[in-house]
T-cell receptor, first 116, second 113 residues
């Protein structure tokens, strides 16, 4: 069964450093997403990406964040200068689009980012 | 905007008890509705879905019915097992040109032997 894969599973970084979280969405999906979940809290939307550009983003997704689809398979989230409060589980997801709606989002296993 | 409200957890049950986790939604269009499950230390897995009113999603003994009149999508299981212990998230896809899945806060379920 096709799945979304994320690497690494766990990343520890020092405050102020740049990190890149990587995702390989399901190959025939057109919408890609990043969500985050601070420990024990809700799953929060960060950004969606369609047709090689950001389609929507939340207020969390400020200038520190960027996304990129550098080739035909990878989808990355970059945090330029990490802060302690960026520590969270980051989920990548992808979905198909059928007509006026999209199908369910399929999620990766997540990358646990720890900023120290 | 669109939103999902779930009952507060944790829900603590004994094995073989009946489970209900309430979920209600607010949406301007005709959303699709989902339940995701997150087992300890793992990612989000789709548990079941319903794409239109009166649809019933089911999987692994869990069921939820899309009730447009009450804007609800309550999750039920007749007999829970210890292995069902997890966090359950209700979510919606707004549809109608909006493609951002929106999640509830999650409800933790703890099942004791």
């Amino acid at each position: 069964e096709p799945e979304v894969t994320q690497t690494p599973s766990h990343q520890v970084t020092q405050m102020g450093q740049e990190v890149i979280l990587r995702c390989v969405p399901i190959s025939n999906h057109l919408y890609f997403y990043w969500y985050r979940q601070i420990l024990g809290q809700k799953v929060e939307f960060l950004v969606s990406f369609y047709n090689n550009e950001i389609s929507e983003k939340s207020e969390i997704f400020d200038d520190q964040f960027s996304v990129e689809r550098p080739d035909g398979s990878n989808f990355t989230l970059k945090i330029r200068s990490t802060k302690l409060e960026d520590s969270a589980m980051y989920f990548c997801a992808s979905s198909e689009v059928l007509g006026q709606t999209n199908t369910e989002a399929f999620f990766g296993q997540g990358t646990r980012l720890t900023v120290v | 905007g669109d939103s999902v409200t779930q009952m507060e957890g944790p829900v603590t049950l004994s094995e073989e008890a009946f489970l209900t986790i309430n979920c209600t939604y607010t949406a301007t269009g005709y959303p699709s509705l989902f339940w995701y499950v997150q087992y300890p230390g793992e990612g989000l897995q789709l548990l079941l879905k319903a794409t239109k009113a009166d649809d019933k999603g089911s999987n692994k003994g869990f069921e939820a019915t899309y009730r447009k009149e009450t804007t609800s999508f309550h999750l039920e299981k007749g007999s829970v097992q210890v292995s069902d212990s997890a966090v359950y998230f209700c979510a919606l896809n707004p549809g109608g040109g909006s493609y951002i899945p929106t999640f509830g806060r999650g409800t933790s379920l703890i099942v004791h032997p």
